[in-house]
């Protein structure tokens, strides 16, 4: 894509201004993060932005990723899988267990209030219905589901603050911005999908050079344009419209969502991303 992509709504900015006024209550954060991009998905200000507060880090969609180096403080789950909140539980408390047992050193239960935050369409809310086992956040596979902020109680002694997801003014990097669309943290809707398939496309293939041909059963494509590579997936799936012209939107959104699902393989998108 040739255009640069930004997208901060303007319930953003209000949304980072309350959690960051709720935070002065909460004992913890939960920095929920796509196990695909974790660090397209980190804002780059945040250690600014979590005012010193302890950060679990949770690289939710696990199941969908390949993985390099791991990160400190940082749990790896699915959150529609059982057991997954228990596992963040554990690590919570493993993170404040000091503070914990200095309360109980005075005879007090400690109730941890810990902050969820993330990126829009990462799992936060999922991840909250997964721990209190019923409908306690609204989700959905889009971006911007959560509107506000809302207090959980997850278990008798853990209190989740559930927040909108958040992105930030400005990429530091444009494959960044890509990033966060193909894991869908920013809407379809308001860029060209078509021009965004075929990126895909060519960025997926230098990761992992024969995912397309395997998934969409192509002849050779080795040293094929993305653009290409896009028309071959068009005719082999029968997206053609009248008059024989190929059905690009049809061919754009299945190839986007055959990747969010997981079933053009795993990847590790940040190493997309220059070395720092």
């Known amino acids: 894509m040739t255009n640069p992509i930004q997208w901060f709504p303007g319930h953003m900015k209000s949304a980072l201004d309350e959690i960051r006024a709720e935070l002065k209550v909460c004992d913890a954060i939960i920095y929920m993060l796509d196990a695909r991009c974790p660090r397209s998905c980190l ?3 945040y250690e600014e932005f979590v005012a ?8 939710n969609k696990s199941d969908l990723a390949s993985f390099g180096a791991k990160m400190q403080n940082a749990i790896y789950i699915n959150s529609t899988q059982t057991g997954a909140g228990e596992k963040v539980v554990k690590a919570i408390n493993a993170i404040l267990k000091n503070k914990i047992d200095a309360s109980a050193a005075k005879g007090i239960k400690k109730t941890v209030r810990a902050c969820v935050i993330g990126v829009t369409n990462c799992g936060k809310s999922t991840l909250i219905n997964n721990l209190t086992k019923k409908v306690k956040a609204l989700t959905g596979d889009k971006p911007g589901v959560t509107k506000t902020k809302q207090w959980v109680v997850a278990t008798d002694r853990l209190w989740l603050l559930d927040t ?10 444009p494959q960044i911005a890509k990033n966060l669309v193909y894991i869908g943290s920013i809407k379809d809707d308001i860029l060209d999908i078509v021009a965004l398939a075929k990126d895909l496309i060519g960025d997926l293939t230098k990761l992992e050079p ?6 969409f059963q192509l002849a050779e494509i080795s040293g094929q344009a993305p ?5 071959s997936i068009c005719k082999k799936r029968g997206y053609v419209l009248r ?7 049809r061919a754009a959104k299945a ?6 699902a997981g079933k053009l393989g795993r ?4 190493e997309l991303l220059p070395l720092r």
């Open 43 to 45: 804002n780059p200000k």
């Open 52 to 59: 010193r507060k302890p950060v679990l880090f949770v690289l």
């Open 164 to 173: 909108p997801g958040t992105l930030w003014p400005k990429f530091e990097n």
């Open 210 to 215: 024969n995912c397309i041909k395997e998934r």
């Open 227 to 231: 653009d290409d590579a896009f028309e």
């Open 243 to 249: 008059g024989g012209a190929p059905d690009e939107q």
């Open 255 to 260: 190839i986007l969502t055959e990747f969010r």
């Open 267 to 270: 990847f590790n998108l940040d």
